[in-house]
């Protein structure tokens, strides 16, 4: 007989004490009907949460030694939790799922056949998403088309973090030393095969989503500054242009000063609209330049993706080659 494949089924959590039971009820069935072929290992990887979480992954992972759980020191980011998942994963496939149960486990067949097929990304594609009102979801699927018309790089629309990786792109995965990585967008620029399995995303049921706008926001940015130059192009052109007009007003207003006889002109107003309409765009097109320079600084200190402070690890399924190496230089 063929041995069973390990996969990976990493859970980021932050505050989800009242998910915790509910997802894995809802992962124990779908993972028994793919035991046939498959082995599994559930890493949780929580950001220091500050409510039962941990407490409650620590028991549960006295009942199913497939399950590992990994504690940052602090919060580091969803982002940075996502990575560290991937990082620490053992198998020869990683499935990323929110412990929220908005995305459905029970598409990880889908993802594993297309896998077995060669695709080495499988990721799930936002067909709706309920409860979630009109200018939030126009925002979004004007922030996919948006960041994937400034990228460098093809980014797929409406795909969160819900999918499978192969063990490749998870070496690849590895080598990232951003601060503020955008793994989803890493992984596509990785130009690996991939394809999108549409599927209809749930509401939540059970607590709070700790995305609010600011971090919706910030993610946004994240990924754009992560994939492109555009902006800093954009600076250059906008500055251009501004200068440009600049001189035309002064040839305007030196023309109109010679032929009045040398009365100074009217128009005081207007240059002072002017110059504060000057000032923004500096303050703008300064704002750009010190994004993408605080993103160098951070990443030039060299500091660990995350800290991990606790471990629990009761010896489910064995690491492939390589992992304990891994875990040591990422954790």
Avoid at 192 to 205: L, N, S, T
Avoid at 232 to 249: N, Y
Wanted: aromatic letters at 10%.
């Amino acid at each position: 007989m063929t041995a069973r494949r390990l996969v990976t089924i990493c859970v980021p959590v932050y505050n989800e004490a009242e998910n915790v039971r509910p997802l894995y009820a809802r992962l124990a069935p779908v993972l028994a009907q793919l035991a046939d072929r498959y082995d599994f290992e559930i890493l949780f990887t929580d950001n220091h949460s500050e409510d039962e979480t941990f407490a409650r992954l620590a028991a549960l992972a006295l009942e199913d030694k497939r399950i590992r759980v990994i504690r940052f020191s602090r919060n580091f980011g969803f982002q940075r939790s996502v990575l560290a998942g991937y990082t620490h994963a053992r198998g020869e496939a990683a499935i990323q799922i929110d412990c929220d149960l908005q995305d459905p486990p029970e598409l990880f067949r889908e993802f594993l056949e297309r896998w077995e097929a060669g695709y080495q990304v499988v990721y799930g594609v936002r067909k709706s998403r309920p409860r979630e009102g009109w200018l939030l979801r126009t925002g979004r699927r004007l922030f996919y088309r948006t960041i994937d018309w400034l990228s460098e790089d093809h980014l797929p629309h409406d795909a969160g973090d819900f999918r499978l990786v192969d063990r490749r792109v998870l070496d690849e995965l590895r080598q990232v030393r951003d601060q503020q990585p955008y793994v989803r967008g890493l992984i596509a620029a990785m130009g690996f095969r991939q394809i999108g399995i549409p599927y209809d995303r749930a509401p939540r049921e059970r607590g709070q989503s700790k995305f609010r706008l600011r971090h919706l926001v910030g993610l946004a940015l994240d990924g754009i500054l992560h994939h492109s130059t555009v902006p800093l192009r954009l600076a250059t052109v906008v500055g251009l242009a501004v200068s440009a007009l600049a001189l035309v007003g002064i040839l305007y207003y030196f023309v109109d000063w010679l032929l009045s006889g040398g009365s100074w002109p009217q128009g005081w107003a207007t240059l002072a609209i002017l110059v504060l309409l000057s000032i923004g765009l500096n303050a703008l097109l300064l704002g750009i330049l010190g994004a993408y320079i605080g993103r160098i600084f951070k990443n030039v200190k060299a500091l660990p993706l995350v800290i991990v402070e606790d471990v629990i690890d009761h010896g489910g399924a064995e690491p492939r080659a390589g992992a304990r190496e891994n875990e040591r230089t990422n954790g």
